[in-house]
């Protein structure tokens, strides 16, 4: 073999490693992309993959157990949003940020899912019930001389928006409902393996209908159909679902932290009158408006309960197994002790 002919096979080897290597990395960009605000959306995407999830890169914002309400997205984030192919979010008030992040996508094919808006007329406004405690802002909105009052009334002649409850994924019902929408967007990205993802849809949807039928079964023969949160409450979806009532010290997105000697004394006398035996918290409350509640009663001797409203999580908590399922199945049980 002359020197000339070497040089050709040795320029040839190279040209064939580079264009492998050119086609492993193309290969490797064109997997698409799904990026999930909250730990519910994911893990009902997760589900609809199944033992597709190679097929994707999926991408949960909020791991570090950052929730809804005080998440602001890193550059890093904004960077994973602009490029998915599927972007999954909550819609609300919260989510303001959003818009503008939307707006600067490079992937023009993006696809993004607002969990409010495709659920429509099923999205509940918040509500102050009876002895909840508002915030304080909205304390000292009517507090204002007139002149101020002319001037907002100036910059704000519209009527104000009305303030979505955002945790609509404590519905089993709309678990139900979004997961058929999120199947559908996926079965479009990759339809190749649209049976595979609808089968997996189906075997989801049938769990989260029989742990439903467990809700509906419990709260018929429960000796109570109310519940008292000594704490935030984000259960809105859950309790209309059931046809329960219930009391609680601040609403689901309140960023208040210290309940009045009003809504303590309230609570509490509600919990006499009612003969309820517990007294809720979200997770990682430190409990303690629940546990003054409980000491202002006549008994002193009712339980504080903890239900798992899936607002924040960390990367290992989903390592370690939790999930949206088995979080609401842990509910269900708190819940009946509540209820008896």
Known sequence: MTKFTRLIVVCGAIVLTLLSVSCKKAASSEKKSIVCTTFPEYDWVMNILGEKTSNFDVTLLQNNGTDLHSYQPSVKDIAKISKADLFVYVGGESDEWVEKVLSQSVNKNQVAVNILEVLGDKVCEEEIVEGMQAEKEKEHEHHHNNDEVAEEHHHHEDKEEPEYDEHVWLSLNNAIDISKILCEEICKIDGANSVAYRKNLASYTKQLAALDEEYKSAVKSAKKNTVLFGDRFPFRYLTDDYGLKYFAAFVGCSAESEASFETITFLAKKLDELGLNAVLTIEKSDKKIAQTIVLTTKNKNQQV????????????????????????????EVLKKALN
Not at 305 to 332: F, P, V
Request: glycine share 4%.
């Open 305 to 332: 309960l903890e239900m798992d409203s899936l607002q924040s999580i960390t990367t290992k908590e989903i390592n370690d197994g939790r999930n949206y399922l088995s979080a609401m199945k842990k509910n269900l």
